[in-house]
């Protein structure tokens, strides 16, 4: 089966820099997606690792290391506007259908 | 921009009800998902399909049946509505494939969601 964890929630203040940790069990491993979703809201894009290694875009980065099961996603200048939940999820490949499976989310919530 | 449209925002239902939700995306995917989002639980699949006609199970299917006639339009039916089926439902679609397996500038085929319908069962 597959297992994704990722902190509940985390805090942070306006300008700094966050990382949310994602870890995962995983068979058929194919990618892994970070998703944005403001509360009312659908997810929304904003990453993704297939390869080792940190993909940069703008203020955020995300990192992979498929050996260790193990994503990040960093938030640098941190704006009231990232308050929201941020969605790890694993796409796997399985009887020739790929599908995601998601953690459970990170609420991020940025103060003054 | 992908657009991907779902019936109602709000729907309230009696128990022992049929509901149909229904989703729309105008980018020709090939691929369809339904899940479910409830606190501490997250996104989990119900169904998807990968091609007109055709559904597979997801994570959780019991109590969901499904129906893809065309292409675009992808219905989520409860057949005999229960309280536990209370739950936002949010409809998503992507192209086949995996996508390019280059870090940066590569095709994701990442899933594309709707807004979502928030379903009461009372």
């Known amino acids: 089966g597959q297992n994704i964890d990722q902190p509940t929630e985390m805090t942070a203040t306006e300008g700094a820099i966050v990382q949310i940790n994602c870890t995962y069990q995983?068979?058929?491993?194919?990618?892994l997606f970070w998703y944005q979703q403001h509360a009312g809201e659908a997810p929304t894009f904003l990453s993704y690792?297939?390869?080792?290694g940190l993909e940069e875009k703008g203020r955020f980065s995300s990192f992979l290391s498929r050996s260790k099961g193990y994503s990040y996603l960093l938030l640098k200048e941190l704006q009231m506007k990232d308050s929201a939940s941020y969605l790890c999820?694993?796409?796997?490949?399985?009887?020739?259908?790929?599908?995601?499976?998601f953690g459970k989310g990170t609420m991020l919530l940025v103060s003054p | 921009d992908v657009k991907v449209t779902q019936s109602s925002r709000y729907l309230v239902k009696r128990t022992g009800e049929k509901v149909f939700l229904e989703c729309v995306q105008d980018?020709?995917?090939?691929?369809m998902f339904w899940y479910r989002q409830d606190p501490g639980l997250g996104l989990r699949l119900i169904y998807f399909?990968?091609?007109?006609?055709?559904?597979e199970k997801g994570d959780i299917p019991e109590g969901y049946s499904v129906s893809r006639e065309k292409k675009e339009r992808f219905s989520l039916i409860l057949e005999s509505a229960s309280t536990n089926q209370t739950s936002m439902y949010l409809c998503?679609?992507?192209?086949?494939?995996?996508?390019?397996?280059?870090?940066?500038?590569?095709?994701?085929?990442?899933?594309?969601f709707g807004p979502g319908t928030r379903l009461t069962v009372l």
């Open positions: 998503a679609s992507s192209f086949e494939g995996q996508g390019d397996l280059g870090t940066s500038g590569g095709v994701y085929n990442e899933q594309f």
């Open positions: 995983t068979s058929g491993f194919n990618g």
């Open positions: 690792n297939v390869l080792d």
């Open positions: 999820a694993v796409r796997s490949m399985n009887s020739g259908y790929s599908t995601l499976t």
């Open positions: 980018m020709d995917h090939e691929n």
């Open positions: 399909s990968y091609d007109v006609k055709m559904k």
